[in-house]
Nanobody
Framework: QVQLVESGGGLVQPGDSLTLSCAAS????????MAWFRQAPGKEREFIAA????????VYVDSVRGRFTISRDSAKNILYLQMNNLSPEDTAVYHC??????????????WGQGTQVTVSS
């Protein structure tokens, strides 16, 4: 059984930084690519970053490249998303995911419940 549990969300001001964590249990961490998605109110879920198992490459959507960093601690089975220079447009529920079903920007087999990030002055 795979479980993903996000934490670290909160209310921050524009320009602030925040680090999200995704604690993973089960088979996923050493065998699967993992990703972060977000969903803002009234909008579709959006891919933002992935860590590809085969290559070790980190990939990002253009809107967060240079501000966000995805990383993993394999010893602790935790996936991170370091977010810098946050803006109100980053307000969303952030979800981690593992085991992509086709490509890394699409559907995944396992999802966490999400953590709310609100950026507001």
């Amino acid at each position: 059984q795979v479980q993903l549990v996000e934490s670290g969300g909160g209310l921050v001001q524009p320009g602030d930084s925040l680090t999200l964590s995704c604690a993973a249990s089960g088979r996923t961490f050493s065998t699967d690519s993992m990703a972060w998605f977000r969903q803002a109110p009234g909008k579709e879920r959006e891919f933002i970053a992935a860590l590809l198992l085969a290559s070790g490459e980190a990939v990002y959507v253009d809107s967060v490249r240079g501000r966000f960093t995805i990383s993993r601690d394999s010893a602790k089975n935790i996936l991170y998303l370091q977010m810098n220079n946050l803006s109100p447009e980053d307000t969303a529920v952030y979800h981690c995911a593992s085991h992509p079903l086709r490509d890394y920007v699409g559907e995944y087999a396992y999802w966490g419940q999400g953590t709310q990030v609100t950026v507001s002055s």
